[in-house]
């Protein structure tokens, strides 16, 4: 881990409504692959969205997720994965009480997005319910990161 890196990587983020831990960047892969560890609870759900610059998998640690594709939705449980390739229009859901899963993103860049859209945590816990995002930080984030935003929150493919 370099110096640079050493101040978003492992830290506690709280990411839109999830806390989230950044577990490998793109400098630690030379640019190949990120890591970034999430935590929800039950109806978590981002807005609906698009990768235009890499490929995600989620892995599923803890708990349930729906992952939700133009004419597919997949249940996962612990211990199972899925692919949303890029281009490829998508949102998950939390459907259990609460889920932490792996997102990696290849070649990196999810954890980009995710380190300037997010806050340090100010507690290795869930972000407050109230807390506001900034909808205008992370559409700018989503932007930059080559992540285009389809619809709100609820939104299927």
Request: charged share 25%; proline share 9%.
């Given at each position: ?21 950044i ?45 939700h ?17 890029m ?21 990196a860049g999810?954890?980009?997005?995710v ?14 319910a109230d ?16 992540i285009?935003?389809l619809?709100p929150?609820?939104?299927l493919?």
């Amino acid at each position: 881990m370099t110096a640079e890196t050493a101040s978003v990587t492992d830290q506690p983020r709280w990411f839109l409504a999830n806390l989230a831990r950044i577990r490998l960047d793109a400098a630690d892969s030379g640019g190949r692959i990120d890591v970034v560890e999430v935590a929800g609870e039950r109806g978590d759900m981002p807005p609906l969205h698009v990768h235009h610059r890499e490929d995600e998998i989620f892995v599923v640690l803890e708990g349930e997720l729906s992952l939700h594709m133009p004419g597919e939705s997949r249940t996962l449980v612990a211990g199972q994965a899925a692919f949303a390739p890029m281009s490829v229009p998508h949102a998950y859901r939390v459907e259990s009480e609460r889920a932490r899963w792996l997102g990696l993103s290849t070649p990196a860049g999810f954890s980009t997005f995710v380190a300037a859209s997010s806050d340090p945590a100010e507690r290795d816990e869930m972000p407050p319910a109230d807390r506001d995002p900034g909808v205008a930080r992370v559409e700018e984030a989503a932007a930059a990161a080559g992540i285009e935003i389809l619809g709100p929150p609820g939104t299927l493919p």
